[in-house]
């Protein structure tokens, strides 16, 4: 059952990282990072066409990392705000990683004082 929590996140981070890779979506990011928006200024703020906007959205969206909302008053409109758990799941692995290093890295020194005699 563990490895398929780890394939999961694996698969899930693959995805967040490709929908990350495009510059206008890393803006997107930042700016819903400020507050949720509609498309329409999602558009205008990163200087996009609607229609290159919603495909966008939709691989965010895929990714996990945004989620679509419409607000109670204007069921027509959509709102997009960022989902805090994939930003933590992606922290996540980040910490792991530099946990790993940090570990690495004094391994190496430990190692390397050894040898040139000094402890």
Partial sequence: MGANIVEMTQIAMSSVFGALADPTRQQVVEFLSEGPRRAGQLATASKTSASAMSRHLRVLLDAGLVVDERPSHDA????????????????????????????????????????????
């Avoid at 997009?80 to 020194?109: C, I, N, Y």
């Fill in 76 to 119: 027509r409109a959509r709102v997009f705000r960022l989902r805090p758990e994939a930003m933590d799941t992606v922290q996540a692995w980040l910490d792991d990683l530099q946990a790993h290093a940090g570990a690495q890295l004094a391994s190496f020194k430990r190692h390397v004082e050894q040898g040139a005699g000094i402890e």
